[in-house]
């Protein structure tokens, strides 16, 4: 196949009919589902750092990635005559129009809200023999800790099983750190500190906070600010590893009161 300057989805499904084919590429024809089911969440991890990078061109090629891993599949399993691509297109459109009733049906929506109360409405018809306990089971377990909880909580909540406001939810707080700091064994201080995070999921979900966003965005101020304190005790010609911790302290309450400041 030769470059050209613009392609379709056709071609790529092409390409990926070649790379697997008899004269293709050996390590291309080696794969199956299971052994590039991790490339798909990695390259999504790929895709989010790319778009807070702000750099638009690496986002469009980490997206291409994972539209790579979506036809990688969908080649795969056409071979063993499972589905193909214009299934997973049949699947995805179907869903769109049956649950935008909105806009495709007779269902008016005025908000956001209005719009995924709606979309909740139609998904649980398609779901209409299950239990609530069944709408939690279906939440993978193959999600990052912080998003399961926050997904089964808010599953939960749906079901009546929720504290009436953000306050019930801080005491909670309170009441799981006291358990922390009594527990006696390993096993009992990890099982209580995982009903800890757990709470304070649901503290992010009352007050609208993704979980995962705000542990991230704290994550990377605190790479930020050790960067910067580094950077300072390296420059005063010291290293850090050789400071006392109330001399680190010292450069780290410097460094934050500097960045708080902007």
Same mark, same amino acid.
């Given at each position: 196949?030769?470059?050209?300057?613009?392609?379709?989805?056709?071609?790529?499904?092409?390409?990926?009919?070649?790379?697997?084919?008899?004269?293709?590429?050996?390590?291309?024809?080696?794969?199956?589902?299971?052994?590039?089911? /991790?490339?798909?969440?990695?390259? +999504?991890?790929?895709?989010?750092? @790319?778009?807070?990078?702000?750099?638009?061109? $690496?986002?469009?090629?980490?997206?291409?990635?994972?539209?790579?891993?979506?036809?990688?599949? $969908?080649?795969?399993?056409?071979?063993?005559?499972?589905?193909?691509?214009?299934?997973?297109?049949?699947?995805? +459109?179907?869903?769109?129009?049956?649950?935008?009733?909105?806009?495709?049906?007779?269902?008016?929506?005025?908000?956001?809200?209005? $719009?995924?109360?709606?979309?909740? /409405?139609?998904?649980?018809?398609?779901? $209409?023999?299950? !239990?609530?306990?069944? !709408?939690?089971?279906?939440?993978?377990?193959?999600?990052? @800790?912080?998003?399961?909880?926050?997904?089964?909580?808010?599953?939960?909540?749906?079901?009546?099983?929720?504290?009436?406001?953000?306050?019930?939810?801080?005491?909670?707080?309170?009441? %799981?750190?006291?358990?922390?700091?009594? @527990?006696?064994?390993?096993? %009992?201080?990890?099982?209580?500190?995982?009903?800890?995070?757990?709470?304070?999921?649901?503290?992010?979900?009352?007050?609208?906070?993704?979980?995962?966003? @705000?542990?991230?965005?704290?994550?990377?101020?605190?790479?930020?600010?050790?960067?910067?304190?580094?950077?300072?005790?390296?420059?005063?010609?010291?290293?850090?590893?050789?400071?006392?911790?109330?001399?680190?302290?010292?450069?780290?309450?410097?460094?934050?009161?500097? !960045?708080?400041?902007?």
């Amino acid at each position: 196949m030769e470059l050209k300057k613009h392609y379709t989805i056709e071609d790529l499904l092409e390409i990926m009919r070649i790379l697997r084919s008899e004269n293709g590429c050996p390590w291309d024809r080696e794969q199956t589902h299971e052994s590039i089911k /991790k490339n798909l969440i990695e390259e +999504c991890y790929e895709t989010i750092d @790319a778009f807070d990078s702000g750099d638009d061109k $690496a986002f469009a090629n980490e997206l291409g990635d994972v539209l790579l891993q979506v036809a990688f599949h $969908a080649t795969i399993a056409s071979e063993r005559n499972s589905f193909n691509f214009d299934d997973i297109l049949y699947e995805l +459109c179907t869903k769109l129009i049956t649950r935008h009733t909105h806009v495709f049906g007779e269902d008016k929506a005025l908000s956001g809200a209005d $719009a995924l109360e709606t979309w909740e /409405k139609n998904k649980k018809k398609e779901k $209409a023999n299950k !239990t609530y306990t069944d !709408t939690i089971l279906d939440v993978p377990h193959g999600f990052p @800790a912080l998003l399961r909880a926050q997904k089964v909580s808010k599953k939960a909540a749906a079901a009546g099983f929720e504290w009436d406001n953000v306050e019930g939810v801080i005491e909670k707080v309170a009441e %799981e750190s006291k358990e922390l700091l009594d @527990a006696k064994t390993q096993e %009992e201080r990890e099982e209580e500190f995982g009903d800890l995070l757990f709470t304070m999921v649901n503290v992010a979900r009352h007050l609208g906070i993704d979980s995962e966003t @705000a542990l991230g965005k704290a994550t990377s101020k605190f790479i930020d600010r050790f960067s910067r304190m580094e950077s300072a005790i390296i420059a005063d010609k010291k290293a850090l590893d050789e400071l006392s911790q109330a001399e680190m302290d010292v450069y780290w309450c410097k460094i934050k009161q500097n !960045t708080d400041k902007k």
